[in-house]
């Protein structure tokens, strides 16, 4: 490690210099920006812009970067749906879904008319574009419970509703990838339907039995975390 830092090139390419960098990031930025009341989350997202191959090229965006990543965004929104009311969210659902149709349909409908009009995209791209805008993610939702407001009705409603622009946007950037394959079809559309169904019945039926099961066997607190995580990326790979 040490003579390998008198020869250091960027990118860096050192998998264990790379996850030191990583995490002293995660460790030091949310312990300064803390001192001038500034929210980590933010401070994280620009100290990753910095570094990133669109910065200062410190780091590429490579698969341990795309795992951490995509593990802080998992386990956020796996708190998110940890936190929620269902009985609320139950009771709102209508709003929840609403709101959700408004977010998704707006944003698309300008972006698709913007990237066909305006920056003149083919129609596939322009519908690809345009899924860009139409969704929205719960970034934000640690702040928003850090400020103990996370059982307010606006919360639930908008952890539903992201929920939701999500699958949309997903649904769509299935279709597009089918349709440049030229693989859409009535097969293509009922293996997605069917996958879906399958997909669901799984998390909301055979987990919860899986989770009762091994929490009552197991008390050991760092291997009930470590089941979580598992879950978690087990579902995010049947997804």
């Not at 949310?30 to 812009?49: C, M, S």
């Not at 913007?114 to 702040?143: C, D, E, K, N």
């Not at 055979?206 to 929490?215: G, K, N, S, T």
């Amino acid at each position: 490690m040490l003579l390998s830092i008198h020869h250091i090139t960027f990118p860096i390419e050192d998998p264990l210099l790379k996850y030191l960098i990583e995490i002293i990031i995660i460790l030091c930025i949310p312990l300064l920006l803390n001192k001038i009341k500034v929210p980590h989350l933010l401070g994280l997202i620009i100290a990753g812009a910095l570094i990133g191959p669109n910065g200062f090229g410190v780091l590429s965006r490579d698969s341990s970067v795309v795992v951490t990543g995509t593990t802080g965004l998992l386990y956020i929104m796996f708190l998110a749906g940890l936190e929620i009311d269902m009985a609320d969210f139950k009771k709102n659902k209508w709003k929840s879904i609403i709101f959700s149709i408004f977010t998704f349909a707006v944003p698309f409908a300008l972006g698709l008319l913007g990237g066909y009009y305006l920056l003149h995209f083919s129609l596939l791209t322009s519908i690809l574009f345009a899924s860009l805008f139409s969704s929205h993610t719960l970034i934000v939702y640690p702040m928003v419970s850090g400020l103990g407001i996370a059982k307010n009705l606006a919360v639930n409603i908008t952890v539903g509703g992201t929920m939701i622009t999500d699958v949309l946007s997903l649904l769509v950037l299935a279709a597009i990838v089918g349709m440049s394959q030229g693989e859409v079809g009535t097969a293509f559309w009922v293996k997605l339907s069917v996958s879906m169904v399958v997909f669901a019945l799984i998390v909301l039926l055979i987990f919860p039995i899986i989770a009762r099961w091994f929490f009552k066997t197991v008390d050991d607190k760092i291997s009930q975390y470590l089941f979580v995580l598992v879950m978690i990326y087990l579902a995010s790979t049947f997804g």
